[in-house]
C-alpha cells in the first residue's frame, strides 16, 4: 500500500495532484471543520441576499449589517456583562444571559438597518445599490468610530457561545465521524445556520409565503393583480433578512470569536452574494457555493499551518502566504465568471415596483 | 344585496360542476345594475385621465367600453379593480356603493381583470398561477398544490379548454395563456369581468373562440365588460357601448343602431378615413433579397428556419404572424443586431449578411424597433440626442470625435417641423413627450434619411389614430420614393390596409406570400394559426416554393 | 438685473439639496457625537459638537496651511472620484477604486525607484504612467469580466480589492522590500518625487487634478465617445441599437476608471509617502463613491465634493486631536449626507422647496445589468 502511494506520488505533474489529495485526506478532520465554519457566515449573508432578491430587492448591504450585527452583538455583551455580572454558563452553548440580549440587541439593529434598506428601495425608490452602498458606508463609519471610542476603556465583553462537543467516540469514526464533528461542533448559531437554510429552502418552495415571495420577484404587478401586498411583502422579506444577515455578524463576534474589529466581515457579505448567485437563488445552492469558497480558504488554512511533505509541500513553500490570503476572493471572481449565464436571477430583481403608474 | 358577492371568501368553494354558475338571486340584484361607476375622476400631474366618466353595467351583459389609446380606459378599469383611486366620484356594486381600496378587495367583490399584458409569472406552472393569492392550503403553512391542480382540471374541463396545470405558463401559446387569466377568475368566483384588448394578440380564429366563450358567461348570469379600439369587433360582441374620449364618455351606443363610421367619428372626434389611401405602389427591382436565412434566439434554439423572399424597391412586404414565430429574430437578424447561423441577405446586390449594426445602417436600411422605449430611444436624454441616435458620430453632427451642437440643433429644427413632432423644444427630456410623438421621433430619425430599405416592428402599437395616420402616410411616401418596406405588425388589419404583398410566418418558416390587394383576413389568420395546413386550396397558391 | 435673478435662481436649485444634506448630517454627526460620548462615560456635552466641529474648521479652512491640506487631501478623492464618476456615467459601479488607488501607488513606486537618479521630467513622468497602467489594468479586469461573462462588477471589484490588498502585502514584503530594513516598506523615491508647489506638501499632484476636471466633462460631452459612453449608460439596449459597441464602451470605461484611480494613488504617494507600506491605509475607495455621487457624476460637480470631503479628511485629525472626537466619524457624516441626498424627494416634501431640480442625488440606473443579464 505504502508503495503503491509512492509510486503515485513521483509521477511528474499529476503525482502533485495525488499528494493534494492525500494531504487533504490526512488533514480532512481539520479541513472540513475550518471549511463548515468559514461557510456558515458566506451562507447566512446569501441566504439574506436570497430572501431580498426573490421579492425583488437587490441587497448589497449585507456587509454592513452584517458588521453592525457584528459590532452590537460584541458592544451589548460588554453593557449587559457590566449591568448584570458575567452570568453562570449553561452547560449547553455556554449560554448566558448577557450573551443571549446581546444577541437579540444583534438581531433587532439588523433589521434596523435592514429597514431603512427597505425604506430608501421600496418606498423612496433609491436605485438598489446606491442605497445599498451607502449603508455599507454608514455601517463602516458607524462602527468604526464607536469602536475607536470604546477600545479606549478596555471594556469587558461577554465571551462567546461554546460549541456543542460530540463525544470522542463519535469524532475519532474515520471521514463519518470527521464529517458529522464538521457541522455539528458549532455554537448554536452556527447550529441554527444550518437548520435555517435547510427550513428557507422547503419555504421557499412549498410554502404560501415562497410562492408569493418568488412571484413578487418574477412579476410584481402580476402578484399585485391577484390581492397581494408587493411593498408590504418586500418590505417584510428585507427586514427579516437583516436578521440574518446579523446572525452572520454575530457568529464572527460571538461564536468563533468574542470580539470585534473594525471591518472584521471583511468582504464575506459580498462573497454570499457571489454565493447566492452561484447557487441560483437557492437557499442550499448558496450553502454550497459557500461551502466552495470555504474550502480554499480551509485548505490554504491547513497548508499554513500544517505544511504537506515531499514535493508538494517543496512547490507550496514557494507560493507566497499572501496568495492563500486572496484564494477565497480569486475563487469567487473565478466561480462567478464561470457560471453566470446560466444563472437567471428573479425576473424583477432591482426594479422598484410602482403600485399605482399612470398609464 | 347579494350576501355570497359582497362578504370575504377566505377560499373560493371548489367548482366541481362544469359550466357557469348562476347568478345571484337576492331583490336588489335584480333591479340594480351589477356596476355602476358615477362621476369617476382620476388626475395624474399634467393630465385628467377620467373626467366625470358615468357607466353602468347590467347582469349578464356584455358592455364594450370603447376608445382610442390613452383615452382613459385602463385608468378607469384600474380605479374599478382597486389599482387606483379615484380623485372624485363613486362606485356602485349591486347598487351598493363601495370603496374598492385594493384588487384584493375588488376580487373579494367578486370583480376580476383579465390585463392586456397578461399578470402571469412565466416560471410558474400553470396552477401556481391560478392560486397565487387565494392558494389551496395543505396547513397554515404549505401549499397542497395537487388539490389545486385536480379543481382546475376540473373547472377547465368544464369550459373545454385544454390545459395542462402542471405546465410552465411561459411555454404556453398567447391563446392558452388568455384561458390561464379566464380561469384565474373563474377559480375566484368573478362575477363581472373585465377584459382589457383581449384579442390584440389572437388570430381571427382564437378570437372567434374567446366570443363564443364570453357570450356562454354572459347567458351564465356574469357581467363582462369588454375594452377595446376595434370597431368591428365591438359592433360584434357588445349588448351595450359606451364610447370614450380624451378621459370623457361621448356617447353611448347599442350595436344594432350604429356603424363602424359612427363609432370611429366618436371615437375620433372626427370624421377618419378608416383605410389608409395607399395608392398604386410600382415595384422596381428586387432591393431586398434573402436566401435560406437561418437564425437562432437567445436560448440556442433555431427560431428562423430557411426562410426566402426579397421586396422589391417600391413595394411594402407586410410579414403576419401569431407572435413568437421567429418574426423578431428575423427582424433582428436583418438590420444586424443577431447573427443568423446560415443564409444569405443581400441589399441592392451587396451581400450584407452578418454585417454589424452600423455598416447596415450605413448601406441605407432604416429601422423603426417594435419596442421604442426599450430599443429606439434613451428616454433620459433630450430629444436632439435622440434625433442623431443613429449617426452623431457622422458630419455634420460631428467633426472627429467632437460633437458639432449647431449642426446638431439645426437637423433637429428641421425634423420636428417636418415630421410635426410636439414638444416644447428639442431640450426636454424625451420621456415627457407623448407616446405617439416619441414614435415620431424614431421616424423623423430613420424616415430623413435616403434609404434602400425600411424595416418597420409595429410601427403604430399603442399609438393614437392621429398619429397612426400620420405614419402610415410617411410609409406610403417613403415607399413612392423607391424604398422596399418591410412592415412587421401583430395587427392584422394594419397589414392587410397597408401591404402590397402579405408573407404569412408560421414557425420559423414563410408558409405563403400572398397579394396584399386580394388577402383575405381569415385566410391569413388561419395560415397565422396553423401554418396552412388546414387551409383550403386558395392559401397553398400563394406558398412559396 | 434678471440675469443675476436667474443665475440666483438657478444656485437655488442646484444647492439647495445639497446644502440641506449636508447641514443635516452634521446635525446627525452632532447627535452621534453628543450620545456616544456620553454612553462612554464622558458625560452629556452639549458643547461637544461645536468644539468638534470648530476643530475641524480650523483643521481645514481657516489657516493657510489647513486650505493646503484641504487641496492635498481633495485630489486622490478628486482623481479617483472622477473615475467613479465616469464609471457612473456608463451605468458601471467601479467599487475597486481602492484597489485600483493601492496598486497604482505601487507601481508609481517601483518605477519610480527603477528610474531613481533620472531627471525628474522622467522619473516623474514615468511613475505616473506607471500608476495609471497598473490601475487601469486592474480596473480592465472587472470590465472584460463584465464584458464577456456579465459577471457583475460589484462583486468582483470588491473581491479585487481584496486580492489588491494581498498583493501589496507581499509586494511590499517581499519583491520591492528596502533591503535590509526591518519594516516592511519600499525605498523611497527621490528623483520621482512631485515638486511641492505651495506650503509645506502642496504638490504637483492638485494640479493634476484640477486639469482632469475640464477635460473629462469635454469627453463625456462634447464629444462622440462620451456621447456613446452616456448612452450605454443610459440604456444599453438602445446603444447597441444604435451601432455602438456596449461591451467595449464597458472595458474602456472600466480600464479608464481605474486609470484615474490610479493615477490617484500614485500622485497620493509620489507627492506626500514617497514610499510605499504594506500597511499603507486609506478609505479612498468608498470616500470616491461618496464623492461621485454627490457631485451627480459630472465632473463640475465632483470637484466641490471633492474639497468638501478633502475639508472634512483635513480638519479630522485637529477635531480628534481637541474634541477627542475619532476622526472615524467624518466617514459616517459622509454616509449620512449621501443618504439624505438620495433621499431628496423626503427632503423636499419635508422642507416643502419647490422649484429645485428633482434629479439631484442619483440619476443613475446600475441595477439594471445586476445577476445575468450583463451587457449584449
Redesign the interface.
Known amino acids: 500500500m505504502g508503495q503503491v502511494v509512492a509510486f503515485l506520488y513521483a509521477i511528474p505533474v499529476l503525482g502533485l495532484l495525488a499528494q493534494l489529495v492525500g494531504y487533504l485526506l490526512d488533514n480532512l478532520q481539520f479541513v472540513a471543520h475550518g471549511a463548515v465554519a468559514l461557510a456558515i457566515p458566506i451562507a447566512l449573508a446569501g441566504l439574506c441576499g436570497v430572501m431580498c432578491e426573490r421579492s425583488g430587492v ?1 441587497n ?1 448591504c449585507i456587509e454592513g449589517v452584517m458588521l453592525l450585527g457584528a459590532f452590537v452583538g460584541w458592544i451589548m455583551g460588554v453593557v449587559a456583562t457590566a449591568i448584570l455580572g458575567p452570568g453562570t454558563p449553561l452547560p449547553i452553548f455556554g449560554l448566558t444571559l448577557p450573551l443571549l440580549i446581546a444577541l437579540a440587541a444583534a438581531l433587532l439593529a439588523g433589521m434596523l438597518l435592514s429597514l431603512l434598506h427597505a425604506w ?1 428601495s421600496i418606498s ?1 425608490r ?6 445599498g ?6 455601517a ?3 462602527t ?3 469602536n ?3 477600545s ?2 478596555s471594556p469587558q465583553g461577554a465571551g462567546a457561545f461554546q460549541p456543542l462537543s460530540l463525544p470522542d467516540t463519535v469524532v475519532d469514526i474515520p471521514v463519518v465521524g470527521w464529517l458529522l464533528n464538521a457541522v455539528l461542533d458549532q455554537g448554536p448559531i452556527g447550529i441554527t445556520a444550518i437548520v435555517l437554510i435547510v427550513v428557507m429552502q422547503i ?1 421557499l418552495f ?4 415562497g ?2 415571495t ?2 413578487v420577484g ?2 410584481p ?9 408587493v411593498i408590504r411583502l418586500r418590505y417584510r422579506n428585507v427586514v427579516l433578512s437583516g436578521a440574518v444577515a446579523a446572525l452572520g455578524g454575530a457568529y464572527l463576534s460571538m461564536e468563533i470569536t468574542n470580539s470585534f474589529q473594525a471591518n472584521m466581515t ?2 464575506r457579505g ?2 454570499g ?2 454565493a447566492m ?1 452561484v447557487g441560483r437563488w437557492t437557499p442550499i445552492g448558496t450553502f454550497g457555493a459557500a461551502l466552495l469558497f470555504a474550502s480554499s480558504q480551509a485548505i490554504s488554512q491547513s497548508i499554513v499551518f500544517t505544511a504537506p511533505s515531499g514535493s508538494l509541500g517543496d512547490l507550496l513553500t514557494i507560493v ?1 502566504a ?2 492563500y ?2 484564494l477565497p ?2 475563487v ?2 473565478v466561480v ?3 457560471v ?6 428573479p ?1 424583477a ?3 422598484p415596483y410602482e ?2 403608474a ?2 | 344585496m347579494n350576501a355570497s358577492d359582497a362578504t370575504p371568501r377566505p377560499a373560493p368553494p371548489p367548482q366541481a360542476a362544469p359550466g357557469p354558475p348562476s347568478p345571484g338571486t337576492g331583490p336588489t340584484a335584480a333591479d340594480a345594475p351589477a356596476l355602476e361607476m358615477r362621476g369617476i375622476t382620476k388626475r395624474y400631474p399634467g393630465v385628467v385621465a377620467n373626467d366625470h366618466i358615468d357607466l353602468d353595467v347590467r347582469h349578464g351583459e356584455i358592455h364594450a367600453l370603447l376608445g382610442e389609446n390613452g383615452a382613459g380606459k385602463t385608468t378607469l378599469m384600474n380605479v374599478l379593480y382597486g389599482l387606483a383611486q379615484p380623485d372624485e366620484g363613486q362606485i356602485l356594486l349591486d347598487g351598493q356603493p363601495v370603496r374598492i381600496a385594493s384588487p384584493a378587495d375588488a376580487i373579494r367583490r367578486g370583480i376580476s381583470m383579465v390585463h392586456q399584458h397578461f399578470m402571469l409569472v412565466p416560471v410558474f406552472s400553470v396552477a401556481e398561477n391560478i392560486v397565487l393569492g387565494e392558494e389551496t392550503m395543505a396547513n397554515p403553512v404549505f401549499l397542497d398544490l395537487p388539490e389545486a391542480e385536480r379543481r382546475i382540471r376540473a373547472l377547465s374541463e368544464g369550459f373545454g379548454f385544454d390545459l395542462d396545470p402542471e405546465a410552465k405558463v411561459g411555454q404556453l401559446s398567447v391563446g392558452q395563456q388568455q384561458r390561464v387569466e379566464i380561469l384565474k377568475a373563474l377559480y375566484r368566483d368573478a362575477r363581472l369581468l373585465v377584459l382589457d384588448e383581449p384579442t390584440a394578440v389572437l388570430t381571427p380564429q382564437e378570437t372567434e373562440e374567446i366570443f363564443v366563450l364570453l357570450k356562454r358567461l354572459a347567458a351564465g348570469g356574469h357581467s363582462i365588460i369588454f375594452i377595446s379600439h376595434k370597431l368591428y369587433e365591438v359592433l360584434e360582441i357588445a349588448d351595450r357601448i359606451t364610447v370614450i374620449r380624451r378621459g370623457k364618455v361621448v356617447g353611448h351606443r347599442v350595436p344594432a343602431e350604429t356603424d363602424e363610421d359612427d363609432l370611429a367619428e366618436l371615437m375620433v372626434g372626427r370624421e377618419v378615413q378608416l383605410t389608409v389611401d395607399r395608392g398604386t405602389s410600382h415595384p422596381g427591382e428586387p432591393t431586398l433579397e434573402v436566401r435560406g436565412l437561418r437564425v437562432k434566439d437567445d436560448r440556442g434554439s433555431e427560431v428562423v428556419r430557411g426562410v426566402d423572399f426579397e421586396i422589391r424597391a417600391g413595394e411594402i412586404l407586410g410579414l403576419a404572424g401569431v407572435a413568437g414565430n421567429g418574426q423578431d429574430e428575423m427582424v433582428e437578424a436583418l438590420v444586424g443586431l443577431r447573427s443568423p447561423t446560415a443564409g444569405t441577405v443581400t441589399l441592392g446586390g451587396r451581400d450584407i449578411t452578418r454585417h454589424n449594426v452600423r455598416s447596415i445602417n450605413e448601406a441605407g436600411v432604416g429601422y423603426v424597433p417594435a419596442d421604442r422605449h426599450r430599443f429606439g430611444l434613451v428616454l433620459p436624454f433630450p430629444v436632439s440626442d435622440n434625433l442623431v441616435l443613429t449617426d452623431y458620430y457622422r458630419r455634420p453632427y460631428a467633426r472627429g470625435i467632437v460633437q458639432d451642437e449647431a449642426a446638431i440643433d439645426h437637423a433637429c429644427e428641421v425634423c420636428i417641423e417636418d415630421y410635426d413632432i410636439r414638444t416644447p423644444s428639442a431640450d426636454v427630456p424625451t420621456r415627457t413627450l407623448s407616446g405617439g410623438n416619441q414614435q415620431k421621433v424614431v421616424v423623423a430619425r430613420e424616415f430623413r434619411r435616403d434609404l434602400q430599405l425600411l424595416v418597420l416592428d409595429q410601427p403604430t402599437r399603442g399609438l393614437d389614430v392621429g398619429s397612426i395616420e400620420f405614419i402610415h402616410k410617411q410609409v406610403i411616401a417613403k415607399r413612392d420614393a423607391g424604398t422596399a418596406v418591410l412592415l412587421v405588425s401583430a395587427e392584422l388589419d394594419e397589414i392587410l390596409e397597408m401591404s402590397d404583398r402579405i408573407a404569412v410566418m408560421y414557425r420559423g418558416q414563410l408558409v405563403a406570400v400572398l397579394d396584399g390587394r386580394t388577402a383575405d383576413k381569415n385566410q391569413v389568420g388561419l395560415l397565422m394559426a396553423t401554418g396552412g395546413h388546414a387551409a383550403g386550396p386558395a392559401a397553398s397558391s400563394g406558398a412559396v416554393a | 438685473m434678471s440675469r443675476v435673478d436667474s443665475a440666483l435662481r438657478r444656485a437655488w436649485e442646484l444647492l439647495a439639496i445639497p446644502v440641506l444634506a449636508i447641514f443635516l448630517a452634521f446635525l446627525v454627526g452632532a447627535v452621534v457625537i453628543v450620545l456616544s460620548s456620553g454612553l462612554v462615560g464622558k458625560g452629556f456635552d452639549l458643547g461637544l459638537p461645536l468644539t468638534a466641529y470648530a476643530a475641524l474648521i480650523q483643521g481645514s479652512l481657516l489657516t493657510p496651511t489647513g486650505i493646503v491640506e484641504t487641496f492635498v487631501q481633495a485630489t486622490p478623492l478628486l482623481l479617483a472620484g472622477l473615475g467613479v464618476g465616469l464609471g457612473f456615467k456608463a451605468g458601471l459601479f467601479n467599487i475597486g477604486a481602492q484597489g485600483q488607488f493601492l496598486l497604482g501607488a505601487v507601481g508609481a513606486i517601483w518605477v519610480g525607484t527603477v528610474f531613481e537618479g533620472a531627471p525628474a521630467v522622467v522619473a516623474i513622468s514615468a511613475a505616473l504612467l506607471a500608476g495609471m497602467v497598473v490601475g487601469g489594468a486592474v480596473g480592465f479586469v472587472p470590465g472584460l469580466l463584465k464584458a464577456t461573462s456579465g459577471a457583475h462588477e460589484v462583486v468582483t471589484t470588491i473581491m479585487m480589492n481584496y486580492i489588491a490588498l494581498a498583493a501589496l502585502s507581499w509586494l511590499v514584503t517581499g519583491p520591492l522590500k528596502l533591503p535590509g530594513s526591518p519594516q516592511p516598506v519600499t525605498a523611497s523615491v527621490t528623483s520621482a518625487a512631485l515638486p511641492i508647489l505651495v506650503g509645506r506638501d502642496g504638490h504637483l499632484g492638485i494640479l493634476i487634478g484640477l486639469v482632469a476636471v475640464p477635460l473629462l466633462w469635454f469627453l463625456l460631452y462634447r464629444t462622440t465617445r462620451g456621447f456613446e459612453i452616456r448612452t450605454v449608460g443610459a440604456n444599453p439596449d438602445a446603444a447597441r441599437y444604435a451601432g455602438m459597441r456596449p461591451r467595449l464602451v464597458t472595458v474602456v470605461v472600466m480600464t479608464l476608471s481605474g486609470l484615474l484611480a490610479g493615477l490617484a494613488g500614485a500622485g497620493n504617494v509620489l507627492g506626500l509617502n514617497h514610499q510605499m507600506t504594506a500597511t499603507f491605509s486609506t478609505t479612498v475607495g468608498f470616500d470616491s463613491i461618496t464623492v461621485a455621487l454627490l457631485g451627480r457624476s459630472n465632473p463640475w460637480g465632483i470637484l466641490p465634493a471633492a474639497l468638501l470631503f478633502g475639508a472634512m479628511r483635513a480638519g479630522a485629525g485637529l477635531m480628534q486631536i481637541q474634541a477627542g472626537v475619532p476622526a472615524e466619524l467624518v466617514d459616517f457624516v459622509q454616509a449620512v449626507i449621501l443618504l439624505f441626498l438620495v433621499a431628496n424627494s423626503v427632503l423636499r416634501r419635508l422642507f416643502r422647496l419647490r422649484g429645485v431640480t428633482a434629479e439631484l442625488g442619483t440619476t443613475e440606473t446600475l441595477s439594471r445589468s445586476y445577476g445575468s443579464e450583463g451587457v449584449h
Open positions: 437587490i448589497i430608501l423612496v433609491v436605485d438598489q445599490i446606491i442605497s452602498t451607502i449603508i455599507n458606508i454608514a463602516a463609519g458607524l468604526g468610530y464607536l475607536t471610542l470604546i479606549q476603556l419555504l412549498r410554502s404560501r409565503w410562492l408569493r418568488r412571484a418574477e412579476h404587478k402580476a402578484a399585485e393583480t391577484v390581492g397581494i401586498d471583511a468582504g459580498f462573497i452574494l457571489a448567485i507566497p499572501q496568495f490570503d486572496a476572493y480569486l469567487t471572481i462567478l465568471a464561470g453566470i449565464g446560466k444563472s437567471i436571477p425576473a430583481d432591482g426594479q403600485r399605482e399612470a398609464t
